[in-house]
């Protein structure tokens, strides 16, 4: 992938382990969980009005911290931009689209270094 995104390996092995092939079980359902629920929550963010900022930036904070505890780096810089309403006026979908794409993308690099997770990317 020619345009990968940031990912804190210390931060994923710290939690999954450094051998990508053994991960404790109870670790990966974690994992798992995270990325699906996290998958539901994106798209919840991406359908919020965001002339109403409070939850909008409510739910950024939530999905931002929980990605960032797993190695998220680059889905979290994208998510505090909609925390903090660091975008132009009119591209609020389109920033929350980025963020879904990172996350995508993020989960692909994860996917290829823990195959053992069976990560759907």
């Not at 409510?58 to 999905?63: G, T």
């Amino acid at each position: 992938m020619a345009n990968e995104p940031a990912f804190d390996w210390s931060q994923a092995e710290s939690l999954l382990g450094e051998n990508p092939n053994q991960v404790d079980p109870d670790m990966a359902a974690i994992i798992l969980e995270l990325i699906e629920t996290s998958e539901v929550r994106l798209h919840e963010l991406k359908a919020m009005d965001p002339a109403n900022p409070k939850p909008v930036s409510s739910l950024a904070h939530q999905l931002r911290g929980s990605l960032l505890n797993f190695g998220y780096t680059d889905a979290g810089k994208v998510l505090h931009k909609i925390e903090y309403k660091e975008y132009a006026d009119g591209t609020f979908d389109a920033t929350c689209a980025e963020a879904i794409d990172v996350f995508h993308a993020s989960n692909k690099l994860l996917a290829a270094k823990y195959p053992v997770l069976g990560i759907a990317a």
